[in-house]
């Protein structure tokens, strides 16, 4: 990865913050979106068709490889929902105290009450493309529990209501970044996609 140009398809600050903390474990650097480049929506189907949405908007617009990333939260009792929608669950625009509150309702209105009943994971895939076209693409999850209300002020998302089981019962809200991006699916995709380039 030393000398290569990528540039980071993300307008998020926070993806962009925490995509930038795990590659810099990695010895990876990021350069910026240009503030020039307007949205891309992300009307895809899957994780990975947004990503490759994001990814070769920024490469045709650059010029350089661009990274870009798609997250679901996918939720056993709501048939796998929020998934693809999750940033925009409750509608746009994106607001995550609204998403948490529908995702926190439509639970309830299911009858998931016990942790067995609230099981989810997060998934999130990573997606390089290339100028010449050619992608490498890397997946990471993490599997946990959907709390019955918030805990904690880190992160960002559906951070505050999601417990990893590889925790210890805090959300990754409650967790320093540095524990959240250890066990994170961010961080997991984006580790496996570093080992693909190294």
Same mark, same amino acid.
């Given at each position: ?17 925490? $995509?930038?903390? $795990? ?10 979106? #240009? #503030?020039?480049? #307007? /949205?891309?929506?992300? /009307? ?7 990503? !490759?949405? =994001? ?26 929902? #929020? ?18 509150? =529908? ?9 998931? $009450?016990? %942790?067995?009943? !609230? ?8 997606? @390089? ?7 490498? @693409?890397?997946?990471? &999850?993490?599997? *946990?529990?959907?709390? &019955? ?7 960002? *998302?559906?951070? %505050? ?9 805090? &959300? ?7 524990? =959240? ?10 580790? +496996?996609?570093? +080992?693909?380039?190294?």
């Amino acid at each position: 990865m030393v000398g290569r140009r990528l540039v980071c398809a993300s307008a998020n600050p926070d993806k962009v913050r925490e $995509i930038n903390e $795990i590659l810099a474990s990695c010895g990876v650097v990021l350069e910026p979106r #240009p #503030p020039t480049i #307007p /949205d891309v929506e992300e /009307d895809a189907a899957t994780l990975e068709g947004n990503a !490759r949405l =994001k990814a070769v908007a920024i490469a045709e617009a650059t010029g350089a490889a661009a990274l870009a990333d798609d997250t679901g939260l996918e939720v056993n009792a709501l048939g796998g929902a #929020p998934g693809v929608r999750s940033a925009r669950y409750a509608g746009e625009p994106s607001n995550s105290e609204l998403n948490i509150a =529908k995702l926190l309702a439509d639970l309830n209105a299911a009858g998931a $009450i016990t %942790p067995d009943q !609230r099981r989810a994971r997060f998934r999130t895939v990573v997606l @390089i493309r290339w100028p010449d076209g050619s992608e490498t @693409i890397a997946e990471g &999850t993490v599997a *946990g529990v959907i709390a &019955t209300e918030r805990q904690g002020e880190g992160g960002f *998302g559906y951070d %505050p209501v999601f417990a990893p089981d590889e925790g210890d019962g805090r &959300t990754f809200a409650e967790m320093d970044p540095s524990e =959240k991006h250890e066990i994170s699916h961010r961080g997991r995709a984006l580790r +496996l996609l570093a +080992l693909e380039l190294s």
